[in-house]
C-alpha cells in the first residue's frame, strides 16, 4: 500500500523554538507540497518541490522553510513557531504525470 | 475573489438522501478535476479524478464536470454516516511552465448523514 508518512502526528511546542516536520513518500514522487489547513481556510499551500534539492514557495511561505535532500523526504521547517502556526500541517506528493495528490495523516500543531 | 469558490456548508442529511455538493471556478485553463474525502483527524483522500468535461461514475458516486459552465459536482446516492466527511474539491491545469501540477482546491463541504 502506498503512503505518505509524517513523523508525528501531535506535537506541542514552545513561541520561538525551531520545528521540523518530516515526511516522507514511498511512491517514487517527484512532485511534493505542505499545505496547512485552518478552519473556514481550507487548505494553503506553503511550500512545494518538483524534485530534490527544489523548492517553490506556495501561497504562505513566510515565517517557514523547507528542505528536500532527497527524493522521498520533504521537511518543512519553522525557523521561530509562533502562536498563529498553530494549525494542522498536511504533506502530500504526486507523480508527474498524475495530478492526484496522495495526502499525509497530518501533523496537528500547538504552539503556546 | 478565490480561483475555486465550494459552499463550506455544513450540510445535514437523512440517511438514504442524496447528496449534490459544488464548486465553481474561474480559471478556463483547468483540466483535471478531483474531489477528496476527509474524515476528522484524517489527511484527504482522492475520491474522484475527471479530466475535463463529462461524468463519472464509481459505485454511489457521480462526478459531473460543466467546462462550459465552469461548474462541477458530485452526486451521491444513498448516503450512509460513513459518507460523514468533509469533501473537497481541486482541480489543476496542464503541468507545464510554473504549473507543476499544482491544485487548487476549494474550501471544502462539511457533510453529515443522520441514521
Known amino acids: 500500500d502506498v503512503k505518505v508518512t509524517q513523523s508525528s502526528r501531535y506535537l506541542v511546542k514552545r513561541t520561538g523554538e525551531k520545528v521540523f516536520l518530516e515526511c516522507v513518500q514511498d511512491m517514487d514522487h517527484e512532485n511534493m507540497f505542505w499545505y496547512r489547513q485552518d478552519p473556514g481556510l481550507g487548505l494553503r499551500l506553503i511550500y512545494f518541490s518538483y524534485d530534490v534539492k527544489m523548492k517553490e514557495k506556495g501561497d504562505i511561505p513566510e515565517g517557514y522553510s523547507v528542505s528536500r535532500e532527497k527524493k522521498e523526504r520533504f521537511s518543512l521547517i519553522l525557523e521561530s513557531a509562533s502562536t498563529n502556526q498553530t494549525s494542522m500541517y498536511l504533506c502530500a506528493s504526486s507523480s508527474s504525470n498524475n495530478y492526484g495528490y496522495t495526502f499525509g495523516s497530518g501533523t496537528r500543531l500547538t504552539v503556546v | 475573489q478565490k480561483e475555486v469558490e465550494q459552499d463550506p456548508g455544513p450540510l445535514s442529511v437523512p440517511e438514504g438522501a442524496i447528496v449534490s455538493l459544488n464548486c465553481t471556478y474561474s480559471n478556463s485553463a483547468f483540466q483535471y478535476f478531483m474531489w477528496y474525502r476527509q474524515y476528522s483527524r484524517k489527511g484527504p483522500e482522492l475520491l474522484m479524478y475527471?479530466?475535463?468535461?463529462g461524468n463519472k461514475e464509481d459505485g454511489r458516486f457521480t462526478a459531473q464536470v460543466d467546462k462550459s459552465s465552469k461548474y462541477i459536482s458530485l452526486f451521491i446516492r444513498d448516503s450512509q454516516p460513513s459518507d460523514s466527511a468533509t469533501y473537497l474539491c481541486a482541480m489543476s491545469a496542464p503541468a507545464g511552465g510554473t504549473s507543476y501540477g499544482k491544485l487548487t482546491f476549494g474550501q471544502g463541504t462539511i457533510l453529515t448523514v443522520h441514521p
Open positions: 475527471t479530466y475535463s468535461s
